[in-house]
DNA sequence: GTCTATATCGGGATAGAC
DNA sequence: GTCTATCCCGATATAGAC
């Protein structure tokens, strides 16, 4: 295996570099300049550039996820409401301190596009958010902190709103997003139903 | 002026392999290639890839708007309601046709987050829904359609959420995209409010 | 594990003829 | 307005020494 240390601060790098400048923009070269090595020593490490791409994408993979932000045990029906807006809330503001999450991810995402490896990855991450939310919904009716409703539609709109709200921020559009994210759960809190068409 | 057909057709296609393989990886051979033309043709009409890149994101800022899928003209204090809710399932559907249109927009949010001239015109963009939605809300309580909120929230709310969706269907991710639109239109005309922090 | 030096290739862009 | 031929540069990747 090699050097922990080096391979640990080449992802870093790269991780900020790719954010600021894009996958292509981003030469191998600059990576081992900004490190202060040399380009073989990157291979080294990693095979080739998309190499060290997917290995980034597999570590930012496993840091993030629903549980990391919602915890079931926390809830309580007393509490579900305020929590499940809070928890949200400190989501978004947590995301909002790394200015390079939400680029890197829209990088991601383009390769996405054209390569189903990264597709299935991104899916998995919104899958993983909708199915957490699910959960989440059906343990808070279940312990009477809200009436029953469409939860698998209410749990796709809270991912929808939790993603969104991220792009727009990342935009530097200043919208209210507290209080939109509080309607979003009232609205799911209250068991408000759509129509269907 | 250059000869206009020609000029079209290597913004349409261009349009298509940038949507297909991304900025970078479409060079300006292979556009030249699929068009059956030589590369000085290109630089002939277009000065430089990137003044092909600029010309064809004016093109699409043009093309697109509030203001193509909903017109204040055809709402009614009856219709209201179900007017915006059809209206934002037409856009929906119609953007989903192109399956190219997603695609290249999230190319310019990448280079938009290194570049000013696109990220403005991005913003500009969303900015032009909430207005809209802000001003065509505005009708509706002028003429009694739904009682008063907090419309200035409300529309930055569908902005979000008709942004999402059309993310969200890329992905390929089968949501309850039409419940989830009828639900947060609902909630406008129902004047929910979210409670303040 | 890391270096210097280099091979190889592909991309943007242009010269100059027609 | 379009072509053939070419320039030039920067990028990925590797050979081979230490």
Redesign the pocket.
């Known amino acids: 295996?090699?050097?922990p240390s080096?391979?640990e601060v080449i992802l870093d790098t790269s991780y900020r570099l790719f954010a600021e400048q894009g996958f292509?923009?981003?030469?191998?070269?600059?990576i081992?300049k900004e490190l202060?090595?040399?380009?073989?020593?990157?291979?080294?490490?990693f095979?080739?550039?998309?190499?060290?791409i997917d290995k980034l994408f597999e570590e930012i993979c496993r840091s993030i996820g629903f549980h990391v932000y919602f915890q079931l045990e926390n809830y309580t029906a007393k509490n579900f409401g305020a929590r499940l807006t809070s928890d949200g809330l400190n989501m978004i503001h947590t995301q909002r301190e790394d200015e390079h999450y939400t680029r890197i991810m829209n990088q991601y995402q383009a390769l996405g596009y054209r390569d189903p490896k990264y597709a299935r990855q991104l899916v998995g991450i919104l899958e993983g958010f909708t199915s957490g939310f699910t959960e989440l919904l059906n343990y808070g009716v279940s312990i009477g902190a809200f009436p029953e409703g469409n939860l698998g539609v209410q749990a796709q709109m809270l991912t929808m709103i939790i993603d969104s709200m991220d792009n727009f921020m990342s935009y530097g559009l200043e919208y209210d997003y507290e209080v939109i994210w509080t309607q979003a759960v009232n609205q799911v809190m209250t068991g408000a139903e759509g129509n269907e068409l």
């Not at 202060?36 to 490490?45: E, G, I």
């Not at 095979?47 to 060290?52: D, F, Q, T, V």
């Open positions: 295996m090699s050097n080096t391979y292509e923009k981003t030469s191998m070269a600059m081992a202060d090595v040399s380009k073989p020593a990157l291979y080294y490490h095979s080739s550039k998309e190499a060290l």
